[in-house]
């Protein structure tokens, strides 16, 4: 399967519809400013001042739209987990057979995981800390993929995914990356074998498919 290019969500344009294009020019900039401190000192270490340095802008224009550094991380992982459901969705939609397509989401994931460098791993701490600011969004992007992965296979084959399998797929997918990310050396070698391991568990659940 060849690897799904995908943009960098953080140097998108923003799309937010209450804000006027040169105040939409400064949120990005602010936000991609935010992305390079963050990847470069994480989120403990970093400090507004920092972000203020590299956006250029001043601590007044920092808070007409952010509350605090979290905050604009937060922003960051809004970004990148609509941007990945977007492209998720249309790697899945082309034709193909539910475990074809299903196989396509998986490799989506994938690839935005290993092109996304030292700022994925800051996200996926602040994501799976109990409490934290980003938890909310990191459930919601379990249930959006959850919702896609059994309505495309619906279409596709015609009969459902037991949504308990499909909600253990999403969080083995994710442990499993991050650990290779975090703890493991992130080489071809030791990516591709998870590669195929969450290949396999993919198949076991597309086996289990009931009509």
Excluded at 85 to 110: C, F, H, I, K
Excluded at 119 to 135: D, H, K, N, S
Aim: charged share 25%.
């Amino acid at each position: 399967m060849s690897k799904t290019a995908i943009a960098d969500p953080v140097t998108l344009e923003d799309t937010t519809p209450d804000l006027g294009t040169r105040r939409n020019r400064t949120r990005v900039r602010i936000i991609k400013a935010a992305a390079t401190v963050f990847a470069a000192r994480g989120c403990e270490t970093a400090t507004v001042a920092e972000i203020l340095d590299t956006a250029g802008v001043s601590r007044r224009t920092f808070y007409q739209f952010f509350s605090d550094k979290t905050d604009a991380l937060l922003a960051i992982y809004e970004r990148s987990t609509a941007h990945l459901m977007d492209v998720r969705r249309q790697a899945m939609a082309e034709p193909g057979s539910g475990r074809e397509r299903l196989r396509r989401g998986q490799q989506v994931y994938l690839d935005f995981v290993a092109s996304s460098g030292p700022l994925i791993r800051v996200m996926a701490a602040e994501a799976m800390r109990p409490g934290g600011p980003l938890m909310a969004r990191r459930l919601w992007l379990h249930q959006a993929v959850e919702d896609l992965y059994r309505q495309t296979y619906r279409e596709a084959e015609g009969v459902d995914l037991d949504p308990l399998a499909v909600r253990g797929l999403i969080l083995y997918t994710e442990s499993l990356t991050l650990h290779v990310l975090l703890q493991l050396s992130a080489d071809p070698a030791t990516l591709s074998g998870a590669r195929r391991l969450l290949t396999a568990q993919l198949d076991v659940l597309v086996s289990g498919a009931r009509p």
